[in-house]
């Protein structure tokens, strides 16, 4: 079973930083490439952004680009999403999710039950 925890969510002002781990249980991350994603109340969920399984790949959506890294420790079974110069438009839900391939749909049963990132104007 698949099953992936998310933490380091809070609130921060804007211009702040956090930085979300995604932590695995159970199975190795070392298989899977790791997303993240968020839901604003009112908003579809969206991509984040996602690491390969090896970590030699990265990708982001464009409103994050330039604030926020995605890194991995595979020695420690997790995933990491700093998160700088937030603002307050990224408030929201962070989950985390497994994939085969980033460009592959998540697994459906590795979604994380997420994090709240609030960030205060």
């Known amino acids: 079973q698949l099953q992936l925890v998310e933490s380091g969510g809070g609130v921060v002002q804007t211009g702040g930083s956090l930085r979300l781990s995604c932590a695995a249980s159970g199975f190795t991350l070392d298989k899977y490439a790791i997303a993240w994603f968020r839901q604003a109340p009112g908003k579809e969920r969206e991509g984040v952004s996602c690491?390969?399984?090896?970590?030699?790949?990265?990708n982001y959506a464009d409103s994050v680009k330039g604030r926020f890294s995605i890194s991995r420790d595979n020695a420690k079974n997790t995933v990491y999403l700093q998160m700088n110069s937030l603002k307050p438009e990224d408030t929201a839900i962070y989950y985390c999710a497994a994939k085969r391939m980033c460009f592959m749909p998540p697994i459906a049963a590795s979604w994380g039950q997420g994090t709240q990132v609030t960030v205060s104007a």
């Open positions: 690491i390969s399984s090896s970590g030699g790949s990265t």
